[in-house]
């Protein structure tokens, strides 16, 4: 499968932006889906993540209540929607999938979230 991101850019803080992952080459139903973050200088970290059906999701503490991740299957997309956004949110953000459960072998480019004061 092969994973496109787009939708970053430059924002104020507390502000939202909403990012996209559009999937081609295979059904998207077929992988877990999972939105992935790395700051300057610091390790990559996963941010949200949702099951093949989109039935279930999760996330990691810093964004609890501000960001959303959703996916249309039909639409072979996975958004994720980020409000309240916080200096700390800056960072090149990934869409990845996986077809097991914490085996995220398929990548796409990154997408860059610049959330200035």
């Known amino acids: 499968v092969q994973l496109q991101a787009s939708g970053g850019g430059l924002v104020q803080a507390g502000g939202s932006l909403r990012l996209s992952c559009a999937a081609s080459?295979?059904?998207?139903?077929?992988?877990?889906m999972g939105w992935f973050r790395r700051a300057p200088g610091k390790e990559r970290e996963v941010v949200a993540s949702?099951?093949?059906?989109?039935?279930?999701?999760g996330y990691t503490d810093s964004v609890k209540g501000r960001f959303t991740i959703s996916r249309d299957n039909a639409k072979n997309t996975v958004h994720l929607q980020m409000n309240n956004l916080k200096l700390e949110d800056t960072a090149v953000y990934y869409c990845?999938?996986?077809?097991?459960?914490?085996?995220?072998?398929?990548w796409g480019q990154g997408t860059q979230v610049t959330v200035s004061s």
């Open positions: 080459g295979r059904t998207l139903s077929n992988y877990i």
């Open positions: 949702i099951t093949w059906s989109g039935s279930r999701t």
């Open positions: 990845a999938a996986a077809v097991r459960p914490g085996e995220f072998n398929y």
